[in-house]
């Protein structure tokens, strides 16, 4: 693991399967970040309301409730537009055009060294 930064980033975890975040997670914190985690898009909107250090959302495309991934990352960087966004899938593959400005999309399975080199580029 990498020394921690004096000024640790926040970043949101958007999963519904409990696995997959928790494995996300854990490759977050062990890279030196802090992590939250929310397993649906409401969730997730709640978190950065309250959360307003969070710097990052690393989001699953497919997922039950009101919004999908897509969805959410389009009402994030609207409400909250310097926030770096990842998106993730195994099954959807979005176009570029379908999805916000700076936004980095990682196919299912994804190399954690990939993750990380997005999280690195935060400043």
């Known amino acids: 693991t990498q020394p ?3 000024m640790t980033i926040l970043v949101l975890v958007v999963e519904d399967e409990p696995i997959i975040r928790m494995n996300t997670v854990v490759m977050i914190e062990d890279a030196g970040y802090e992590a939250v985690e929310a397993s649906n ?3 997730a ?3 950065l309301e309250a959360r307003p250090e ?6 699953d495309i497919e997922m039950p409730g009101s919004m999908d991934g897509l969805k959410l990352i389009h009402a994030i960087r609207k409400r909250w537009p310097p926030a770096v966004l990842i998106l993730a899938s195994g099954r959807v593959t979005p176009l570029v055009t379908d999805m916000p400005e700076r936004t980095v999309f ?4 994804y190399a954690e060294r990939d993750l990380l080199k997005v999280l690195e580029g935060i400043d």
């Open 54 to 59: 969070i710097r990052a959302v690393f989001s």
């Open 4 to 6: 921690k930064a004096p």
């Open 45 to 47: 909107i709640l978190l």
């Open 41 to 43: 898009a409401d969730d």
């Open 106 to 109: 990682l196919r299912k399975p």
